[in-house]
């Protein structure tokens, strides 16, 4: 079984369209992220959560809204999409604690495009 | 100027060779990340480490936080250790930029 799981792992769209991505993990784990890497490969933090509560929430547009029904789903909302949106998106997760200091583990992304 | 700086960006090196990757950050942390990001898009995380050194493998990476600086060493480097290589710091999760490392057989 996957440790860490996200779906679709492509997202094609048009300018303007609502979509979401889900992220589940099996770890057991209090703490799950969302990242964007974007075209030049930088990676930046856009969420955290830590048992279902917000921990981190980066300077991201508010089209952008995590939504974490239970400790092993954190999917990440994005309203009225823009061609800027596109970029992979990681999900991750980590035993606890909001210090950021236990292993985390990484889904396999998700590679959105907004045409 | 990026808070978390890593070098060099590049990286060629044939089989064999002692690789070392290094990263610098200017925040105040209580531990480092290391993470690998294969050619094929998947990322694992490879080191945490809050002081002295960690070995796995035919990989060590080293942190002095004092001054606010870590080192990733590659003993023996393998084509299979071709990929990029990111350091990110603990607070807030703040990443360098990546360095791309190829060895040649």
């Known amino acids: 079984d996957t440790a860490v799981s996200q779906t679709p792992k492509y997202l094609v769209t048009q300018m303007g369209n609502d979509k979401s991505i889900k992220c589940e993990q099996n770890l057991g784990h209090d703490t799950m992220y969302w990242y964007k890497q974007d075209s030049k490969k930088f990676l930046k933090i856009m969420f955290s959560?830590?048992?279902?509560?917000?921990?981190i929430n980066e300077t991201v547009p508010n089209r952008f809204s995590p939504k974490s029904p239970d400790k092993a789903h954190l999917n990440l909302h994005i309203n009225s999409l823009e061609l800027g949106d596109s970029a992979v998106y990681f999900c991750a997760s980590s035993q606890n604690s909001g210090a950021n200091t236990d292993t985390q583990y990484f889904g396999p992304g998700t590679r959105l495009t907004v045409l | 100027k990026n808070e978390v700086e890593q070098s060099p960006q590049n990286l060629t090196a044939q089989e064999g060779e002692f690789i070392t990757i290094n990263c610098s950050y200017s925040v105040g942390i209580s531990a480092l990340h290391w993470l690998q990001q294969h050619p094929g898009g998947g990322i694992v995380s490879l080191f945490m480490?809050?002081?002295g050194k960690k070995k796995h493998g035919r990989l060590i990476a080293t942190i002095n936080i004092q001054e606010k600086h870590s080192s990733l060493h590659i003993t023996a480097s393998h084509p299979r250790d071709s990929a990029v290589y990111i350091c990110?710091?603990?607070?807030?999760?703040?990443f360098g930029a990546g360095t791309r490392l190829t060895v040649k057989p």
């Open positions: 480490l809050s002081s």
């Open positions: 959560y830590n048992n279902k509560e917000l921990i």
């Open positions: 990110a710091t603990n607070n807030d999760m703040r």
